[in-house]
C-alpha cells in the first residue's frame, strides 16, 4: 500500500541514512547526531495478529515513519467465488474475517435474497439478527483480550475468554461450529435452533453485561492503560472520512456512522440500541468504543430473544439456487466496520463478479497517518486498537 | 553431634555448590510458582499434568526439553560476544547471594560493606545484557539491550538510595548487623518512613529485574523477547529463564533483609523465637516473591518514556526526600 502523506523522509536517501551534508549540518546547528534505522515488524511478529508487514523506519524510540505491507494472506477469493456455487460461498466468505464468520455470510444472503426476491420470514430474521450480535460480542471480547495482552496486561485475556466461552457455546449448539459457523441459507436458517439455546444465549449476555463494569476497573480505569492509551495514535475524523475508515474505529473518530442504524437491514430497525461514539479519536476512545459496543449489542440479543417470532424459518426457495441477472451492492455492519458486496449475477449458478469492500483493508489503510512520528512502544497500541484482522485485509 | 573439620578450601567449595544449587533450583521452584500464582489470579488453573500432583514437575521438564534444544547462534553475531553473554548476566546474579544472610550464621560472607557490595553486584549483569543484545545482530535485540541499560541507569538509584538509607538507619553496612537492628521490622517502624522506602524499594527491584510493568527491554508484543531474542537451548535459559528467576529470588531475600527483619521473628515477641532463623527469611522472602509476581499479571506495560520520566521526575526526588527524613529521624528520635 503506498503512502500518501508526505513520508517525513527528505533528508534522508531511501535506506534512511543521511548523507554528509546532512550530518555537516546537523552537527553544526547543534543538534545531536543520530541515525535512523529501518526495522522490520513482521510479516511473523507478535502483534501483527498474523502475516501482516510494518516497515518501521526508527530514530531511537520514535517511529519516523510506517508503511503498512499488506499482501502476505491473499488467498483470492473474489475470483475464486467466480468458480464456485452459491452454497459454497458460503463457507468461503465467513473465512474472511474469521473472528466474525457469521457477519460475513449475512452480506452475501442478503444480495441474493433481493436479487431472487425470496421472503424471509421474520423468525429467521430475528434469529440472525441475535446471532449477528452474539457473533459480534465474541468478536469485541477477543479484541478486548488481545489489545490487553499487546499493552502487556495479560489478566483481561482470561477474563475475555471466560466470557466468551458462554456465547460461544450457545452458538455452537446451533450450529455445531465455533469459527465459521455456516448457518444461514439463502432465503432462512439452515435449521431451527435447538431447545436451550435462548437460555444459554440469554445467560452468556446477561454475564457480560454484568461483567463488564469490572472489565472497566481492571483495564480502562488503569493509570497506565490511561497514560498508554490517551492521545496515542489520533485519528482525527476527517482523516478517518478520506481513508474511508469505519466500524468501531470511525466511531472513536466521532463518526456516528453504523449501518445497522442509519441502512437498516434484516430487522434492525425494531430494536432499541445506541451507537457508541467517543470524540478524541484515540486508542483509548476507539478501546471504549468497542467495549461500549458490546453492551448494546448484547442489549440487542435480549430483545430480539425477548421478543422472538414463532414460526417458518425458511422462505420460499426454489430448489436451484440460481440468482437471475441483475446486480445489487450491498452493505451491513461486520464487528470491524462496514462490509459490502457487490454481487453481480448473468443468471448462473455462480456469480459473474462478487467485489467485496471488507472493513479492516480501508480501516489499515489509514495506519501510516497514524503511525507517523509515534513511539514504537506507541505503535503496538495503534495497531492493537485498529482492530484489524488478517483475513479481512487480504481476502 | 561430632564436630566436623574442615580446611578452608574444602568450605570454600561447599559454599560455592551451594550457592551454584540455589539458582537452578530457585528458577524451578520460583517458575513454578510464577505459573500458578498468576494462573489463579487470573481464573484457571495452570499447568496440572506434569509430575502428578498440580504440575509440579511443569518447570522441570521445560528445563530438560531446553536441554534438549539446538544452540543457534546466528550468522551474522558476534560469536564470542555472543557465547559469552549468557555467563555474563548469570555470574553476577549468582553473586548476590553471597551476602544475603539466611540466619545469625548462615551467610556465606558476612562483609563489612555488604550492602554496597551487594547493589554493586546487582547491576553488573546488564553488562551481559547489552553485550547479548549489541552482539546479536539483531535490531529488535539491539533496542531491548539499551532500553534495558536506560533502564537501570534510572532504576538503580531509588534502589540505592532507599538502600542508603535503610544503612543510616541501622548504622551498618553488614546486612547481618542490618537485621540485627530490625528489632521491629523497617517496613513498621519508623512509621510511614519505612513503609515509603519499602515501596520506593520494590518499585526500583521491579523495573531492575525488568518485570511488568516495567518489561519494556523485553516486551514481547512488541520486540520479541529484547536482547534474548536471538537465544536458544541452554544459552536462553541461562540469559532470559535462571537469569529472571535468580533476579527475582535474590531481590526478595533483599527485600526480606532490609525492610523486613531478615531472619529476625516479625515481632519481638519471646514465643517466636523457637522458630529457627531461616525459616523467618524463608518466609519473608516468600512474601516478597509473591508481592512480585502478584504485580505481573495485574498492570499494563509502561513505555520507554513515560518510565524514564517517572525514574527521573517522581522516584528519585521522592527517595532524596526520603533520605532526609531518615536522617531527621536517626538525629532527633
Redesign the interface.
Known sequence: MAVTEDRGLADTNIDGVRDSSDVAAEVSSGKLMTEE?I?NVGPQ???THGVFRLLATIDG?VLVDADPIIGYMHRGYEKLVEARDYRQITNLVSRMDWLSGINNEIPLHIALETLMEIEVPPRAQYLRVAMLEMNRIINHLMFFASF????????PA??AF?EREDIQFALEMATGGRMHFGFFRPGGLKEDVPRGFFAQALKGVRQVIDRLPDYENL?IG?E??K??TVNVGVLPTDVAYNYGVSGPIARGSDITFDVRKDEPYLVYDQFDFDVCSAPHGDCFDRFWVLLHEVVESAKIVEQAIEGMPSGPIMGKVPRVVQAPEGEVYVRTENSLGELGMYLVSDGDRRPYRLKIRTPSYNNVSALPYVLKNT??????AILGSFFFVLGDIDR | MPEIALTAWQILIVKVLVILMVVPMGAIVGGYAEHKV?AH????LGPMYPGGFHGWATTLADGIKFLYKEDIIPDAADKRVFSLAPAAIMVPIIMIYLVIPMDESLVIEDLDVGIFYLLAISSVSTIGVLMAGWSSAN??AL?GAL?SAAQLIAYELPVVLSAAAVAMLAGSLSLVDIVRAQDWMFILWPPGLGLALFLVFVTGAIAEMTR??F??PI??????TGPFTEYTGMRYIFSHMFAEMGHLIAFGGIGATLFLGGFQPIVPWEPLEVIPGIVWFLLKTFFMIFLFLWI???????????LQKFAWKFLIPLSLVLILLTGAWVLYV
Open positions: 534505522m526495522l511478529h507478535p502483534a524510540e490487553g495482552a499487546e499493552l502487556g496486561a495479560i489478566t482470561f477474563y471466560r483495564l488503569n497506565i492503560f497514560q498508554r513511539f514504537v512502544a506507541d505503535m503496538i | 498468576m489470579l487470573q481464573h484457571r535490531k529488535y533496542i532500553r511488568v510493568p518489561d519494556m516486551a514481547e508484543s512488541e520486540i520479541i505481573r499479571p495485574t498492570f499494563p506495560r509502561v513505555r520507554e518514556d513515560q
